[in-house]
């Protein structure tokens, strides 16, 4: 089992910046990749970007640029910094990590709001 805490999020204004931040716990030595999505109202979730155990990252083409994922392993946490935010990226943001037989846990979201 993985258990995953987020949290960063808030109001900020448009052209901002935020930095979610996910503590992981629990069976860390099973995860292959961990990610970070997010999902609007009315919308599907989608990936917003993703990260190896080795440092490999990819992301979304709308936050390429922009977002930055990174890991911090002493601290165990994964962390999603986002400049210059633009209104559409307003969304429940959630941490994923998926194992290397393909479980997938999910932290419980924070909401990033961009609006003057």
């Known amino acids: 089992q993985v258990q995953l805490v987020e949290s960063g999020g808030g109001l900020v204004q448009p052209g901002g910046s935020l930095r979610l931040s996910c503590v992981v716990s629990g069976s860390i030595a099973t995860i292959n990749h961990m990610g970070w999505y997010r999902q609007a109202p009315g919308k599907q979730r989608e990936l917003v970007a993703k990260?190896?155990?080795?440092?490999?990252?990819n992301y979304a083409d709308s936050v390429k640029g922009r977002f930055t994922i990174s890991t911090d392993n002493a601290k165990k946490t994964v962390y999603l910094q986002m400049n210059s935010l633009e209104p559409e990226d307003t969304a429940v943001y959630y941490c994923?990590?998926?194992?290397?037989?393909?479980?997938?846990?999910w932290g419980q979201g924070t909401q990033v709001t961009v609006s003057y």
């Open positions: 990260i190896t155990g080795g440092g490999t990252t």
């Open positions: 994923n990590a998926e194992t290397f037989v393909h479980n997938s846990y």
